[in-house]
């Protein structure tokens, strides 16, 4: 389940134009955020935007696995019916995890650190061959019914242990909700946020514009434009196959083959982030049968088909895009 840039490109050609339109980047959770902000004062502007930051910092010491004593760490070292108290970042990452891995009948699975250890190591992008065995015991400490989570306490439990979280799959997604949480405490209301062009959330559209111009791209080959969209008041993210690197079906616990590219469009950016991995598992029918148990979710998957010898790359669309405005 590790996200690679699927390209969503933001179409600075039309943006430029819009009068009164800031923007600010930062680095972080290992990606470059950037915030686009239309506002009469740029100072103003800028404070709003770098408090936003300010706020992204601090979720990624709570949300990373890779960084000591937050609460994803914490939970990473747990044993058995040993209740932790957690932030409320990391119980509502859990909480809505829990919720999709439902939805998705496991194929978004935040508690797939061992697997991806397995294909993964650490730190090693050429990717393993983990044995039989190896993989047997990673997937008897895979699946989020194996934590349990108390609301009234923000506590967690685990039924066994180890079990590794790894947040990459919707992380990034959270962390721009609560971004444009704060931004509009501040009040600004027209705003576009982006996690290195993998995830992004509009917030209202550009004054004389139908929303946010964007682009999807192939990620096999940047130059083929898949679709033009304008995008308001709702979140898009992507996950897509890269060269030596692996998502992981946590179903099967094998890496994921035929598709190239999978984008999801729904309310939130948490939502949109984990949905994007979860396509990229899911087979087209179970994409097209949770987009219509979930009015309110986009899909567009890439699959790549052998016609002869040759490979040709085929969009696939599920949900109403072209009803709801997205599509130019």
Known sequence: MIQPQPNISIDESNWRSIPETH????????????IFIVHSDSRYAAQAAWAAFDELDRLETELSRFIENSDISRINNLTVNQPLRIGLPAFECLQLSSRIYDETEGAFDITIGLLLDCWLGRGDKAGRCPSKEQLNVARQHTGLHLIELDEAQ???NLRTSPIQVDLGGIGKGYAIDQMARLLRDW???IALIHSGCSSVLALAAPPRTKGWPLTLSNPGGHKQILASLYLRDRALSGSGLQKGRHIIDPRTARPVEGKLAAWACAPTAAMADALSTAFMAMSPNQIKQYCLRHSDTLAMVLVGELCGEVQEDKVLRFGPWRDTGLIK
């Open 23 to 34: 923007r600010f980047s930062h680095e972080a959770m290992a990606t470059t955020f950037e």
């Open 154 to 156: 923000h506590t967690v």
């Open 187 to 189: 009040s600004i209301d």
